[in-house]
């Protein structure tokens, strides 16, 4: 199982140290229970504790959720998205779901290797095999419906991902020590703010957790500017939109608040419930560990810069982002002198909910502003995208639909409306996927092999789809204008590994904040007019 320095986590509980929660968890042999390390309980005695790198090791061994600090409760855990090995994919597809939906045997034909050799690695490094982890999944999806909605019990069993109402009562007994019944009425009589909802509209609100510091300005900012009408909607600072989802779609409206995002989600099959949240994590990036990123990237020893720390949104939409991957260097003549560099703290690296969509848009933005690739967008998903109920209209087309009618319906130059269909039939054939379980090498060769795709375009979707953290948008207009304000070197940043895409976009955000002068405003509004968004 992968090693955990025993006395860094020991520090870490004696102090609850919020920043761990989730990255392991402290399981105490005299009282049987598994806890986060910012559990309030009184610090165990060493001789009594041991520490597991998943909940699903913890119950695995016979040990119980604590009741007190909720510990499937916490941010999920960094690693899974900085680690690229066979462990950290397959928890990411196992977060969006695919045991649920095709067994063991899918999520080992997924990542391209046999149950056994799965069952094997997963049960070395991280205490639990890929049935066991998916339970884990199961429970804590089980205690989210118990607690934030009005669900029958037998509806939430099968809507949690359990084959039968038994098994789903069995396992929150032995997860949680509680009965269902017993849980939902702990709740109800301390007066929780989860507002149950009836189970007819298939929705319900959660509070999505994670690690403090969080730049609210900045995922607002990257939220709005990209919204594709009829698809997307910003309004009273919360993004709203549909998207496909395994077993039909949902719509979410995302929205900031001191301590957690909120989320609302309506969903025509709650046995989508758990992807979806996935997914809103992965979108916001909210299982990152700033504080560590910070610390690497020197933030923690730089001075604060107000026009930095306090950016102003409006400045933001103003401004877009992105570049051609041809795009010649920003001029020399102009470029500021190095600085002590002052990087804005908490800042996310945003994912992605759906990796076609990802992949066709970004094509489709290719040369373009990021409003006119936006326009572009939506009326390509008014002519081909599903009609749906709700306050947003329309889902993204499909691949195949976008393979079958794109060139009526795109426009601009001929080759790239050939690039993007050509994409999206390799995407409806299975040529290409597109998911979690990817390797980044692997990802990156096979789109620069396609036709219209080039750098820029391969490692923009690298790092969003996987949440790759070394990622270094260098060829990227307003990247190399934040660089030069900054005074970085973008041929030397070996000293930023392996934290290089979260630089990406401290370098975006610097050329879009207040910082610029009338002539870097100038620079910019020239960038724009050839982004790829």
Sequence with gaps: MTALDFERCYRAVSTRDSRFDGQFFTAVRSTGIYCRPSCPAITPKRVNVSFLPTAAAAQ????????????????????????????ARAMRLIGDGVIERGGVPALAATLGYSQRQLTRVLTTELGAGPLALARAHRAHTARLLIQTTAMPMSDIAFAAGFASIRQFNDTVREVFAVSPTTMRTEVRRAGSDAHPVPPATGSLILRLPYREPLDRAWLEWFLSAH??????????????????????????????????VRAELSLRDMRDLAPTVARLRHLLDLDADPIGIDEALGAG??????????????????????????????PEAGRSEPQHIAFTPGIRAPGCLDGPELLLRTMIGQQISVSAAATHTARLVEALGERVDGPIPLLFPTPAMIAERGAEVLTGPARR????????????SGELALHQGRTAADLRRELLAMDGVGPWTADYVTMRLLADPDVLLSTDLVVRQGASLLGIDLTDTVRWAPWRSYLSMHLWKAALSGRATPSRTAALAAARRSVES
Excluded: K
């Excluded at 698809?231 to 395994?246: G, K, V």
């Excluded at 306090?310 to 041809?326: F, H, K, V």
């Excluded at 409306?417 to 409806?428: C, K, Q, T």
């Design 60 to 87: 695995q061994a016979g040990y119980r959720a604590c009741r007190r600090c909720l510990p499937d409760a916490a941010p999920g855990s960094p690693l899974w998205n900085t680690r690229a090995d066979l462990a």
């Design 227 to 260: 919204v594709a009408p009829g698809l997307e909607l910003w309004a009273d600072r919360a993004y709203t939109r549909n998207l496909r989802t395994p077993h039909g779609h949902a719509t979410t409206r995302l929205s900031f608040q001191r301590d957690h």
């Design 301 to 330: 020893a730089a001075p604060s810069d107000e026009r930095l720390s306090d950016p102003r949104t409006e400045q933001l939409l103003d401004a877009g982002a992105g570049s051609r991957p041809d795009a010649e260097a920003m």
């Design 417 to 428: 409306v050939r690039a993007i269909v050509a994409a999206a039939e390799a995407l409806a």
